[in-house]
């Protein structure tokens, strides 16, 4: 079994097994499985507000799948895109709601994702510094770093931007608001989903560009196969690893930008959800490829969107357990395809 069947075959094969077991647990919990996930495509790819609930959810775990496939690609494990998220979606708001009420939209747009980008950028590279300079391992550096992150956006808001007698920022003025599809196409009403939802396939197609048909994916690559190799041919090993990490978190920063700009409007602590952490199972069920997260953003924004709209009938903490297994499947096929080859 080559590289790129194994690429299709193990995440198809993880999905499946998922939903095998799900349907046993499902089975378990007293419900009939055929009706629950009938009620689930109905409520998501059935309605035009379930679809745009589905795209939402997609648009980040794109961004946020992004961020982790990147530095991957250059053996490093970005555990760190919730913090990113957050230091972003903190950033634009405080940039949204501070910028005078009569600029213009392109450059309150601009200014707004800039900070969020930015900010998610300068808080992946620290994790790279940490990693460069001082050898810290990033997965050790990554998870820190998000607690952090937590504490800095908690105490800003709590102590200095949070609305009198509110536990969130105050609102962006309307030119930073980012355009909903529906006000733009008249498509997927009343949903979350907005411009940024046609942005990041885009983002996804640069970052495979950047990868696979450029000298400079190519020299990242290197780095992260063999890094000795790589030095020796005269590659900047530790330039690839914080540029890889700056640009992951720019990712993520802008993933926040979905959240923030195109459907808050405000910041308020927990509004990430820990999607940070699901970006993580994205680009694992993708294999941290930029095109084929598309599609594992898709499921997921399915199972994170369907378990809400059933959890009448089932908890939807079973639709956790669906991630958890489906990841472990992948891990666990990636081992034993190896294991097969040698």
């Not at 601009?110 to 990693?131: E, P, Q, R, T």
């Not at 391992?137 to 105490?155: D, R, S």
Request: charged fraction near 10%.
């Amino acid at each position: 079994m080559n590289r790129k069947t194994a690429q299709f075959l193990i995440p198809l094969l993880s999905i499946l097994s998922a939903l095998v077991v799900s349907t046993l647990i499902i089975l378990i919990s007293g419900r009939d499985p055929i009706i629950i996930f009938e009620k689930i495509f109905h409520a998501t790819l059935g309605s035009a507000y379930g679809t745009g609930q589905v795209l939402f959810r997609m648009t980040t775990l794109i961004l946020v799948g992004l961020a982790v496939a990147l530095p991957f690609q250059v053996r490093l494990f970005n555990i760190g895109a919730e913090g990113q998220l957050q230091m972003g979606a903190f950033a634009a708001a405080i940039a949204g709601a501070m910028l005078p009420a009569s600029l213009t939209s392109f450059y309150a747009l601009s200014l707004c994702i800039l900070a969020a980008m930015g900010a998610g950028a300068c808080w992946a590279l620290l994790a790279g510094v940490f990693k460069v300079r001082f050898g810290v391992n990033e997965v050790i550096a990554t998870i820190m770093l998000n607690f952090i992150a937590q504490g800095i956006t908690g105490y800003l808001l709590t102590y200095h931007f949070a609305v009198p007698s509110t536990v969130h920022t105050a609102p962006i003025i309307d030119a930073a608001i980012i355009p909903s599809l529906y006000t733009v196409t008249g498509l997927f009403a009343k949903s979350p989903a907005n411009l940024t939802a046609l942005l990041s396939p885009c983002i996804a197609l640069l970052f495979w560009v950047i990868l696979f048909k450029s000298r400079f994916g190519y020299e990242m690559r290197a780095t992260g196969l063999q890094p000795e190799a790589a030095r020796y041919g005269g590659i900047n090993s530790g330039l690839h690893t914080l540029t890889a990490m700056s640009i992951g978190g720019a990712a993520a920063g802008l993933g926040a930008a979905n959240i923030m700009l195109g459907y808050k409007h405000y910041y308020e602590a927990g509004m990430t959800g820990g999607i940070g952490f699901t970006g993580i199972a994205v680009a694992l069920l993708a294999g941290a490829h930029p095109l084929w997260i598309l599609c594992s953003a898709l499921f997921f924004g399915m199972l994170e969107y369907g378990g809400l709209t059933v959890n009448a009938y089932i908890p939807k903490d079973i639709f956790m357990m669906i991630e958890a297994i489906t990841i472990l499947l992948v891990i666990s096929f990636s081992a034993l395809g190896k294991r097969i080859q040698q």
